[in-house]
């Protein structure tokens, strides 16, 4: 269990750093620690998980979907200002 639970945790560590270079470290770092049960340091590593690891896992991915959603939603919204003759995907 301890095997698979350091796993996980590099896992996430991985996760919350590859967003840190999207986002930037202080908003990845923000998200993560919203994700009950998960324990993040200053750096964005992973340190402790309380609970399921797998949900943990998820529930991270979920919270940087949600969140790159409306990036990309806030974005692309500029751009179609420019072209008024198409319609805005929602």
Same mark, same amino acid.
Do not use: C, H, W
């Given at each position: 269990?301890?095997?698979?639970?350091?796993?996980?945790?590099?896992?996430? #560590?991985?996760?919350?750093?590859?967003?840190?270079?999207?986002?930037?470290?202080?908003?990845?770092?923000?998200?993560?620690?919203?994700?009950?049960?998960?324990?993040?340091?200053?750096?964005?590593?992973?340190?402790?998980?309380?609970?399921?690891?797998?949900?943990?896992?998820?529930?991270?991915?979920?919270?940087?979907?949600?969140? #790159?959603?409306?990036?990309?939603? #806030?974005?692309?919204? #500029?751009?179609?200002?420019?072209?008024?003759?198409?319609?805005?995907?929602?």
């Amino acid at each position: 269990m301890e095997q698979d639970k350091q796993q996980y945790l590099g896992l996430i #560590s991985e996760i919350i750093a590859k967003q840190a270079i999207i986002l930037g470290p202080d908003i990845a770092i923000l998200k993560a620690r919203t994700v009950s049960g998960l324990v993040v340091d200053e750096k964005g590593n992973a340190t402790d998980i309380k609970g399921d690891a797998q949900e943990a896992v998820q529930k991270l991915i979920d919270e940087y979907v949600n969140l #790159s959603g409306q990036i990309i939603k #806030s974005a692309l919204g #500029s751009i179609f200002t420019k072209y008024p003759q198409i319609k805005k995907v929602e």
